[in-house]
C-alpha cells in the first residue's frame, strides 16, 4: 500500500466533551466468523468498519456466506452452518489484519477446502508459525513460506484431532485459532494460557450456544458440535479509546466521557496501568451487554509519573503500549516496561518505532528486546514515522497536545483499519489536528 495521508497536529489544546469510539475490532471480527457458521440469522449493531474486520466479512462473503450491511454498524448474517462454507474463486485477501489470518487459519483447517491466505507488506512479515505448528499437531495441512510468514496454504484434510496445547506466547489469537480448529476436531481441544488473554472467543462461543469450559488457565471445548444464531451488540473498543484516555490525561484542562466502552477485564490493562500513573478515570454505570461488561468511562486530565509496569499487566493492556508510551512521555520520572517482546511483531516493531519518534521529538526511549525506559519530559514538535502502524500514528498525534511545536506523523492511511473516522473526532472533542492527503 502507498503510504499518502499524513496527519499535523498542532501543539496544545484539550480534550472535551462526550464521545463514543467506533466498535470493537477483536469482538467485530468474532461476530463475522461464528455468525456466519452459525444456523440461523444473527443480527449485529455496532460492528466496526475498520478495513481489518472489513476484511474478514469480505472472506466470508467470498466463502458463500450471505451478509447484509452493514450500515451504520449494522449487519445481519444468514449463517451457513458448520459445513456450508463454500470454496471462493480466489486467495481470501486480509490486508493488514492479524487477527484475520490467524482466526482463520484455525477456522479453515478443518474445512476441507483448498485455501489460500494473503495480506499486505506488514502482514507479510508477521510470525505465523505460532499457528500453523499446533494445527498441524492436530493434523492440518498448512503451508507457510520458509520465514514461517503469509501466505498461507490450507489444504483440505479428512479430519482434525483435538490437542492439548500449552500457549508458548500469551496470544488470544493463537489461543482463539486452535479453538475454532477444535470445534471440527474430534474429541477434546484444550490451550493452557501463560497468562490470561483476551477472552472474547470463549465468551461469544457460549452466547452462539456452545460449551466451552475453563479451569485456572485451562479452556476446552469438544468438537463436533453446532453454533446457533445470536444477536450481538458491540461496545467501543477500549483500544480506540485509550487515545483519548491518554490524550485527556496528559492534556489540562481536559474532562471527556467515552459511552458504551468495552471493559473486559482481559483488555483494561491501560486503565489500570494508567491509575497507576496517577489518572484520574471513573467507571460509569457499569453494565452487561451480551456477556460483555461495557462501562462510559469519565476522564480528566491529571498529573502522571512514570512507573514499572507490572509484567502481568503486560497482555491485558497489549495493543495499548503505543498511546502508554506518549503518556509516559509526559510524565514525571521514568516509566520501564519488560516482558513485552510481543511488541516487535505487531503491525509494526512498536518498540523501535516508538522510540524512534519519541527521540524525533526530544524524549529520552531507550529500548530493549523486551521493552523500554522512557524519561518524561518536554516534547518538542517534529517529523514521525508511523511505519504504516495504525497504533503509532494515533498516539503520536495525542502527543501533540502537550508539544511545544507541530507533530507530522507520516503515513496515517491505515488508521483505517481500527478507527475510521479517528481525525474527525479526534478534532471534535479538541484535537489540533490537520489531515493532509498527498
Ligand atoms: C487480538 C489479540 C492480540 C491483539 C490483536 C487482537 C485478538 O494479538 O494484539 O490486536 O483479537 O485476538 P495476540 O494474540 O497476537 O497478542
Redesign the pocket.
Given at each position: 500500500m502507498q503510504h499518502t495521508t499524513d496527519f499535523v497536529v498542532d501543539p496544545g489544546g484539550s480534550l472535551r466533551g462526550e464521545i463514543r469510539v467506533p466498535g470493537d475490532?477483536?469482538i467485530s471480527?468474532?461476530a463475522i466468523m461464528l455468525g456466519s457458521l452459525a444456523q440461523g440469522v444473527s443480527r449485529v449493531s455496532g460492528f466496526l468498519e475498520g478495513a481489518d474486520s472489513l476484511a474478514t466479512l469480505r472472506a466470508f462473503r467470498a466463502m458463500g456466506v450471505e451478509i447484509e450491511g452493514p450500515e451504520e454498524g449494522r449487519l445481519t448474517i444468514h449463517g451457513v452452518g458448520m459445513r456450508g462454507l463454500k470454496s471462493p474463486p480466489g486467495p481470501l485477501d486480509l490486508g493488514n489484519s492479524?487477527?484475520s489470518m490467524?482466526?482463520l487459519a484455525g477456522l479453515l483447517a478443518g474445512q476441507g477446502l483448498e485455501l489460500e491466505l494473503t495480506g499486505d507488506e506488514s502482514l507479510s512479515r508477521r510470525p505465523m508459525r505460532r499457528v500453523a505448528e499446533p494445527l498441524a499437531r492436530m493434523g492440518a495441512r498448512i503451508e507457510t513460506t520458509a520465514a514461517g510468514t503469509a501466505p498461507l496454504r490450507i489444504h483440505p484434510v479428512e479430519k482434525l484431532r483435538g490437542i492439548h496445547y500449552e500457549l508458548p506466547?500469551?496470544?488470544?489469537?493463537?489461543?482463539?485459532a486452535i479453538l475454532l480448529a477444535g470445534l471440527y476436531a474430534d474429541g477434546e481441544t484444550c490451550v493452557t494460557e501463560p497468562a490470561p488473554?483476551?477472552d472474547?472467543?470463549e465468551r461469544m462461543l457460549r452466547g452462539f450456544g456452545y460449551a466451552v469450559r475453563r479451569e485456572g488457565n485451562r479452556i476446552c471445548l469438544d468438537g463436533g458440535g453446532r453454533l446457533s444464531a445470536c444477536d450481538i451488540d458491540v461496545p467501543a473498543d477500549i483500544?480506540s479509546a485509550a487515545f483519548f484516555l491518554v490524550g485527556a490525561s496528559i492534556a489540562p484542562g481536559s474532562e471527556l466521557l467515552l459511552k458504551h466502552v468495552g471493559i473486559n477485564p482481559t483488555r483494561d490493562g491501560v486503565i489500570t496501568l494508567l491509575r497507576l500513573m496517577g489518572a484520574d478515570i471513573e467507571v460509569i454505570d457499569e453494565r452487561d451487554v451480551g456477556g460483555e461488561p461495557v462501562a462510559d468511562l469519565k476522564v480528566r486530565h491529571a498529573p502522571l509519573r512514570g512507573i514499572e509496569i507490572p509484567e502481568e499487566l503486560v497482555?491485558l493492556a497489549?495493543?495499548e503500549f503505543p498511546a502508554l508510551f506518549v503518556a509516559a512521555a509526559c510524565a514525571e520520572g521514568e516509566t520501564v516496561l519488560r516482558g513485552a517482546a510481543?511488541l516487535r511483531?505487531?503491525e509494526s516493531d512498536r518498540i523501535q518505532v516508538m522510540a524512534d519518534g519519541l527521540r524525533v521529538l526530544g524524549i529520552e526511549a531507550e529500548p530493549a528486546p523486551d521493552g523500554i525506559r522512557i524519561r518524561g519530559g518536554r516534547l518538542g514538535g517534529g517529523e514521525v514515522l508511523s511505519h504504516g502502524d495504525h497504533r503509532i500514528a494515533m498516539a503520536f498525534s495525542m502527543a501533540a497536545l502537550r508539544a511545544m511545536g507541530t507533530i507530522r506523523i507520516k503515513g496515517c492511511d491505515n488508521v483505517d483499519t481500527s478507527f475510521p473516522g479517528f481525525a474527525g473526532l479526534a478534532a471534535e472533542a479538541g484535537l489540533k489536528i490537520e489531515v493532509h492527503r498527498g
Open positions: 475490532k477483536s471480527h468474532r492479524g487477527t490467524r482466526l506466547v500469551a496470544s488470544a489469537q493463537v489461543k482463539s488473554t483476551r472474547h472467543t483500544s497482555p497489549i495493543d510481543e511483531v505487531k
